[in-house]
T-cell receptor, first 113, second 112 residues
Framework: DAGITQSPRHKVTETGTPVTLRCHQT?????MYWYRQDPGHGLRLIHY???????DKGEVSDGYSVSRSKTEDFLLTLESATSSQTSVYFC????????????FGSGTRLTVV | DAKTTQPPSMDCAEGRAANLPCNHS???????VYWYRQIHSQGPQYIIH???NNETNEMASLIITEDRKSSTLILPHATLRDTAVYYC?????????????FGKGITLSVRP
């Protein structure tokens, strides 16, 4: 969906460097989420946000931080990237209402070497 | 702590109906059943959701048993482009803790 975009689409970085992934949505959704997807694990929730400046941890939050200073942007930061953080990262957004599903971005493929 | 159980895979012939089962025997009264699919590492795509009544949209139909312990997603006329991983998820919508928790899903292969 054009309503949610992730950048960059691909990134290769070195171990120990900081990395920030960006998620931008134009749907005015209140809720935003970051997932990672690895073979054998499916999609796992890293962090989520339920409003500007309101964020909370998901099931695999260690090594990640997030920020949401505007409704439309949700940033995921790896403070010091490790090889175990090589993954495909997906962002999602939603209204939270019971008649609406989430919209997912196309993903960011991150490789930490 | 998966709330849903799905077979790992199934296939069907192109043009035929694909019936994807899901077991959610511990579903709570206020939890909805959601279906998403993921085509070849793209972002998951919302398909349909329901509480207790059967639902239909332009993509699929959702049949929920009367006791709500299981459901079936029906793709009425499967095409090769429907080959994907399909996720069945139960969730209480709304609120800060309303999150989608994905299991391993079922891989549907549509054969020519």
């Amino acid at each position: 969906d054009a309503g949610i975009t992730q950048s960059p689409r691909h990134k290769v970085t070195e171990t120990g460097t900081p990395v920030t992934l960006r998620c931008h949505q134009t749907e005015n959704h209140r809720y935003m989420y970051w997932y990672r997807q690895d073979p054998g694990h499916g999609l796992r929730l890293i962090h989520y946000s339920y409003g500007v400046k309101d964020t909370d941890k998901g099931e695999v939050s260690d090594g990640y931080s997030v920020s949401r200073s505007k409704t439309e942007d949700f940033l995921l930061t790896l403070e010091s990237a490790t090889s175990s953080q090589t993954s495909v990262y997906f962002c999602a957004s939603g209204t939270g209402a019971n008649n609406y599903g989430y919209t997912f971005g196309s993903g960011t493929r991150l490789t930490v070497v | 702590d998966a709330k849903t159980t799905q077979p790992p895979s199934m296939d069907c012939a192109e043009g035929r109906a694909a019936n994807l089962p899901c077991n959610h025997s511990t579903i709570s009264g206020n939890e909805y059943v959601y279906w998403y699919r993921q085509i070849h590492s793209q972002g998951p795509q919302y398909i349909i959701h329901g509480l207790k009544n059967n639902e239909t949209n332009e993509m699929a139909s959702l049949i929920i048993t009367e006791d709500r312990k299981s459901s079936t997603l029906i793709l009425p006329h499967a095409t090769l482009r429907d080959t994907a991983v399909y996720y069945c998820i139960v969730r209480v919508p709304g609120g800060a803790n309303s999150k989608l928790t994905f299991g391993k899903g079922i891989t549907l292969s549509v054969r020519p």
